[in-house]
């Protein structure tokens, strides 16, 4: 009788549970939460209580692939790793490094993304590295970084208890981070007002105190029209602007042109319900801003991020318990592998690439010469692979093909390459594309460290073997450097390389496996005898005085028109994960949720014939979906969402790749779409 | 208090040390305490009886269910609470446990612990580790009586407000020890329909309350793993508070009481005439 | 799922307005046939309502009711044997034990328990049992419609 428990962290999504896995003679049986834990307390969601069910799936990726005619054949490590690295030389040699291209993931652990990040710039020599925090929080890390000097969560989940208001806009927190609506709730049942500003009633919307709709992408203007309000009315902190901020007068100036009247023309947002909303912010003890997609995923999404901050800045709801700029990062570990550096125009722990004193450090550290040119990323990846500048792309744990804007447009481009490297635990719709397929371990057969959103590192620890001839990702990426000629990728463990990254990032100096044995420790940590911070900017900002941009409101790119008739946003059901790689292997989840299902007002319904199960056909210029209705008032006449999680009815056929200048995320959230009664059986539940 | 502990822990060893090392039991399942959390987890050597805790908490009977039942032969100790005993002897009842197989090494709550749960019979039959605080009730009368003193609109309102914010975590039935059918009535999709947040109103929560009125032995799990503090252990107290006015009956007393809800064919009909 | 319709409180809509939806469920011995007991339903009664036969009102679930609340309708009925005339001796007794707790339940979770009627019928005295029907339909009217979802 063999009966343990491994504690280990959920490999789903940002808030960074504790959950224990059940291992039974060898195999993995189930989950159970961790009971003291900071974040989730002894519960778990849903995909928390299933997340062990995909790992012994039958379809795991088991031995190396390689493309042999037209079909992807089994073959050994050594092929599989000697072709190539014969590849990437011979196209290294023939077209340069910058024609070799990098999509890190942000499911591995941090080690992952470092040796991914350092093969990348060490071994290749390009800074064309880069992965889906593109898609999601992009704006977060440029626009935050450009007002305080650093691009994450300011504060705590735990803190959110202790705020007195809580102004949540674009995240549909219970179903996308449970465990942080859970302290919204909280934070309510102890008196704290809670307002929920979005275009879609979402399931929050029912336990606040306030609901704001505004018309999709009209963020800046309704954020600075709060502003307008809270400065006529002398609401503003002027102490904490005077002492801790600069350039506050471009924003006075801009936002009093955004009265509530031409608000309201815009937003559709009735002037008092704004003043309230602004007034409780402001007047608050304690105000604290959350927001996810809703905010960052348009070609606005870093005017959008400045505008929070803008506001946070405004009232003094930073550097203090229970306030602070909150962005909820989706991935597991996208915050670590934003902190690990991959990304174009960074190293880890954000030192730019242009910077001739971190280059020249990490130079030292690794004894191999580096790029200072900013790469390309991901979506600009996809547009060079079209154009035949990037002739080779390694997709480690990403799945592009669904998960990025324009999906017709991604195939071609990928089609294109003469070298596709996909680095799984499952085959999906890009490693279908591929010409090699290295088989990966996934989170319960390996060891290393994660970060959750608000900066929290911790374990995540080897529960079973590895799945037939799985490796691990940065025992892959390590043996590819060697055979390449590379020293410094001689590692035995993990924590070998977590002591490297520690030693070249100040933020996560103090952190050690020792350390994580015991606690969870927040970044920044610079002494292993220190703390981590539980919330930024206490005496002042990263940068030294937090910056003020003044920003003026765009519409979205495309908007209805006569032949595209309705609004097109797109988002996540709590049930599946993203591209649903691992959910839709989950016997648990997949109940739930067997199939896509777009929600459409019954209004807009009945003018189109449809009923609550019909099939529709949804399209957009860029392409078309068949989905089943949902009919239901969260969504406002004149707007669907559809779910992007469902290969069958990809969302991102119909949407749109145009980006924000400055961070280069896509629009997910907006665009022009029309739709018809699909003719056909009606799919079941 | 701590040098009591202390003592707790070194007894509950010594009776695990000598259970294995006499090869009576396969192993010991109780909790193990690492990095300030509790786990279940089944100590086969003595090695491992370091980390033994006495003063966590966790329903260990659902775990015990699930070990016997892969291992076709072979005897467990369990470390059990008031509670946990109460459980195994549920699960006894329905034959999903065979008692035979397991030894029950019984842990006395403190009156910290029992006030915690609320609880009203804080330790098991015979206590080993730890002494019993005898009788004492913990009920919380506050948030019963104020549901009670509630006229049924106020009470409709606090539930259908309260359980709008679940998720379907299904963290309730999960921990909970007597939640063990193969196939639960509330993944079954003519009983409730599938995804939605929050779920079918109000099919969910009431399907799973009816189910376990006559099971519940009150230990608090259910209401410590929702995310979303929902005051589930109010309602199945009530419940079970029905069942003893009613009928006598209490959960999780005696593997030979049957359940009210049971009536026996074969006994004697005694019945009341007229409209239910 | 959120709808733009209030929480209900169980007020009692204008009289003329409101018409029950119920689910009836009748034990096969002392109503055989579901048609019949269709027509024993009185005129005010939606004809969204459902009447289904059971084998023994033993064979009751509480999901049944539950679920039938669950997709709005307003009322359930169970019409089972008079006590002494079950078929299978004691399933009524059972039936009744949990029908007792269901309505309990019903209450602790601030549902009218109104809203479960419990018939004991002889299949040879009709008139009481359209009565007994007349009358729980009658409270059901009066205590409003259950509705909930969108």
């Given amino acids: ?685 | 208090m701590d040098e009591e502990q202390v003592s707790k822990e070194e007894q509950a060893r010594k009776i695990s040390r000598e259970l294995i090392a006499g090869g009576k039991v396969d192993g010991v399942l109780a909790l193990l305490e690492i990095r300030d959390h509790v786990v279940p987890h089944l100590f086969t050597e003595e090695k491992e009886l370091e980390g033994l805790s006495v003063s966590g908490r966790y329903p260990v009977a659902g775990v015990a269910e699930r070990l016997l039942h892969r291992w076709e032969d072979g005897k467990i100790a369990v470390l059990a609470r008031g509670c946990d005993e109460r459980h195994l002897i549920e699960l006894g009842k329905k034959k999903s446990v065979d008692l035979d197989r397991i030894r029950i090494i019984g842990l006395a709550c403190t009156i910290a612990e029992a006030k915690e749960c609320h609880c009203v019979r804080p330790y098991p039959t015979e206590v080993e580790v730890g002494r019993s605080v005898g009788n004492v009730n913990y009920r919380d009368h506050e948030a019963l009586s104020e549901l009670i003193n509630m006229d049924i609109h106020e009470r409709r309102e606090f539930w259908t407000k309260i359980l709008d914010r679940c998720i379907k975590c299904y963290g309730c039935r999960n921990v909970c020890p007597l939640c063990n059918c193969e196939d639960c009535r509330l993944e079954e999709t003519r009983w409730i329909r599938v995804g939605e947040i929050p779920p079918e109103y109000p099919s969910f929560h009431l399907i799973r309350a009816f189910h376990m009125a006559d099971k519940c032995v009150g230990c608090f799990a259910c209401q410590k793993a929702c995310p979303m503090g929902i005051p589930l252990a109010r309602l199945h107290q009530l419940i079970k508070e029905d069942l003893k006015s009613e009928y006598g009956f209490e959960a999780g007393r005696d593997v030979d009481e049957v359940s009210p809800l049971l009536v026996d064919p074969h006994a004697a009909a005694k019945v009341k005439g007229g409209r239910g | 799922m959120i709808t733009d319709e209030k929480l209900p409180g169980e007020s009692a809509p204008e009289a003329d307005e409101f018409i029950p939806s119920l689910a009836v469920f009748h034990c096969r011995w002392c109503q055989p046939d579901s048609e019949h007991v269709r027509g024993m339903l009185p005129e005010k009664v939606s004809d969204r309502s459902i009447v289904g036969r059971l084998n023994c009102s033993a064979r009751m679930e509480a999901e049944f009711g539950i679920k039938a609340f669950g997709e709005g309708y307003d009322g359930v009925i169970v019409i089972g044997c008079e006590m002494g005339e079950c078929h299978y001796r004691v399933g009524n007794v059972q039936a009744e034990r949990r029908l007792r707790l269901l309505k309990e339940i019903l209450a602790l979770a601030g549902i009218y328990p109104e809203r479960l009627g419990v018939f004991w019928a002889s299949p040879f005295d009709e008139d009481s049992t359209r009565q007994a029907i007349a009358e729980y339909v009658e409270t059901i009217r009066s205590v409003g419609p259950f509705k909930d979802r969108d």
Avoid at chain 1, 28 to 49: A, R
Avoid at chain 1, 195 to 206: E, S
Avoid at chain 1, 332 to 344: E, K, S, T, Y
Avoid at chain 1, 392 to 410: Q, R
Wanted: proline share 5%.
């Fill in chain 1, 1 to 685: 009788m063999n009966y343990k428990t491994i504690q280990s962290t959920c490999p789903y999504c940002g808030c960074g549970c504790g959950i224990y896995l059940e291992i039974v003679d060898g195999h993995l049986v189930g989950t159970m939460p961790v009971l003291n834990h900071p974040i989730s307390e002894g519960s778990l969601c849903i995909k928390g209580w299933a997340a062990h069910e995909f790992v012994e799936s039958e379809d795991r990726l088991k031995r190396p692939l390689w493309m042999r005619g037209a079909n992807l054949e089994a073959t050994d490590w050594d092929s599989a790793l000697y072709a190539v690295a014969d590849r990437l030389n011979q196209i290294k040699l023939e077209y340069g490094p910058d024609a070799i291209g990098f999509l890190s993931s942000a499911k591995c652990t941090n080690e992952e993304n470092y040796v991914l990040m350092k093969f990348a710039r060490g071994v290749v020599g390009t800074n064309n590295i880069d992965h889906c925090a593109r898609l999601c929080h992009a704006p977060t890390v440029t626009g935050l970084a450009q007002a305080f000097g650093s691009g994450a969560m300011t504060n705590s989940v735990p803190e959110l208890e202790e705020a007195t208001c809580i102004l949540v806009t674009g995240s549909n927190t219970t179903e996308n981070h449970p465990m942080i609506a859970s302290r919204i709730i909280r934070a309510r049942e102890k008196g704290a007002f809670v307002m929920v500003i979005d275009p879609r009633r979402i399931h929050l919307a029912n336990h606040s105190d306030m609901f704001v709709q505004p018309r999709l992408g009209t963020d800046v203007a309704w954020i600075n029209g709060m502003m307008n309000m809270i400065i006529s009315e002398g609401l503003h902190d002027e102490e904490f602007i005077r002492a801790r901020t600069e350039n506050f007068e471009a924003v006075r100036e801009t936002v009093a042109a955004y009265t509530p009247e031409r608000v309201q023309e815009i937003t559709g947002i009735e002037p008092d319900l704004l003043r309230r909303a602004a007034r409780a912010y402001a007047t608050s003890e304690r105000s604290s801003l959350i927001y996810t997609m809703g905010i960052t995923e348009h070609t606005t999404g870093t005017d959008n991020v400045l505008s929070l901050a803008n506001l946070a800045m405004l009232c003094g709801q930073i550097g203090r318990r229970g306030t602070g700029i909150n962005p909820l990062r989706g991935q597991n570990n996208v915050q670590g592998a934003c902190d690990m550096g991959a990304l174009p125009d960074v190293l880890t722990g954000y030192q730019k690439v242009t910077d001739p004193a971190a280059i020249a450090k990490f130079e030292s550290a690794w004894g191999m010469e580096l790029p200072t040119e900013p790469g390309l990323t991901v979506v600009e990846m996809i547009d060079a692979a079209m154009d035949g500048d990037l002739k080779a792309l390694y997709v480690m744990g990403e799945n592009p093909m669904l998960s990025d804007p324009d999906i017709n447009h991604v195939k071609e481009a990928l089609s294109n390459l003469e070298l596709l490297v996909v680095q799984d635990i499952f085959m999906n719709q890009t490693a279908e594309l591929a010409h090699v397929v290295f088989p990966a371990q996934s989170y319960a057969e390996k060891a290393g460290t994660v970060t959750s959103t608000d900066r929290r590192v911790q374990r995540v620890r080897k529960a079973i073997d590895g799945i037939g001839e799985a490796l691990t990702d940065w025992e892959i990426v390590s043996r590819l450097a060697k055979i390449m000629g590379a020293s410094g990728f001689d590692y035995e463990t993990p924590i070998e390389i977590f002591e490297e990254i520690r030693t070249l990032t100040p933020s996560y100096a103090g952190i050690t496996y020792v350390r994580l044995d015991s606690e969870e420790v927040q970044w920044p940590c610079p002494t292993e005898d220190g703390p981590g911070t539980e919330y930024m900017h206490k005496d002042s900002f990263t940068r030294g005085a937090g910056h003020f941009t003044a920003v003026e409101w765009k519409p979205p790119v495309e908007v209805p028109d006569e032949d595209y008739p309705y609004f097109l946003t797109t988002g996540r059901v709590h049930f599946h994960y993203h591209t649903g790689t691992m959910t839709r292997r989950s016997p648990t989840l997949n109940r739930e949720m067997a199939a896509a299902a777009a929600d459409i007002n019954p209004v807009d319904a009945e003018a189109l014939g449809i009923k609550s199960k019909d099939m529709m056909k949804v399209s957009s210029r860029r392409g078309e979906v068949k989905i089943r209705a949902r009919l239901t008032t969260s969504v406002p006449p004149g707007t669907i969402f559809i779910p992007f999680n469902f290969r069958e009815s990809a969302a991102n056929a119909l949407t749109i790749s145009a980006r924000d200048p400055v961070s280069k995320i896509p629009e997910f959230k907006v665009c022009a779409v029309k739709i018809e009664k699909a003719v056909g059986r009606r799919v079941g539940v």
